[in-house]
């Protein structure tokens, strides 16, 4: 759903809790909804905005708010696509599918594994928050191991620190 400018502003005046002109982290994961009741999860949050804070000034202003906005409803989209039960939530064969479906090969103890990891509730499953920061940390790891395999092969040499920085891409 597209929405006109007036609708965002009233949207990011709510969000601006503080009424600063600009949108924290804490203010925005108070104002996001995972679908299952917990609050958004305060990584994917960060995430987010450091995708978005163009002007690096460690919070979202309007413009990069509603770029933001368009980011969320398309993640909606296609968490919707894979939750096949509509149970508001990704399990691990919903999940592996969505994987599959953005071309990634993985053996099923990674994606078990990575279902371990991003279900951060231990509950066998994982929330719309969680799904966006599982697949942004995985493209992000996807992005940085692509500049190291040249060849597209799959396979690479890189240094520890080399390593480190792509790791760093994902974790800070």
Request: a negative charge; one cysteine or more.
């Amino acid at each position: 759903m597209v929405m006109d400018t007036n609708s965002l502003r009233h949207i990011f005046s709510r969000v601006d809790a503080d009424k600063s002109g600009s949108i924290s982290a804490n203010e925005l994961q108070t104002s996001l909804s995972n679908g299952l009741g917990t609050p958004f999860n305060i990584r994917t949050v960060q995430l987010m905005v450091a995708m978005f804070d163009r002007d690096m000034n460690g919070t979202i202003n309007f413009n990069e708010f509603c770029s933001l906005f368009k980011y969320v409803q398309d993640w909606q989209t296609c968490f919707r696509r894979y939750d096949r039960d509509n149970s508001g939530s990704i399990d691990l064969n919903e999940f592996s599918n969505a994987l599959i479906s953005f071309g990634y090969h993985l053996s099923p103890q990674f994606v078990n594994l990575m279902m371990r990891r991003f279900d951060r509730n231990r509950r066998g499953f994982i929330a719309f928050d969680d799904f966006i920061y599982a697949c942004v940390c995985l493209q992000t790891l996807t992005g940085e191991f692509g500049r190291y395999d040249c060849r597209g092969i799959g396979h690479t040499v890189f240094s520890f620190e080399q390593f480190l920085t792509s790791a760093f891409a994902v974790i800070i």
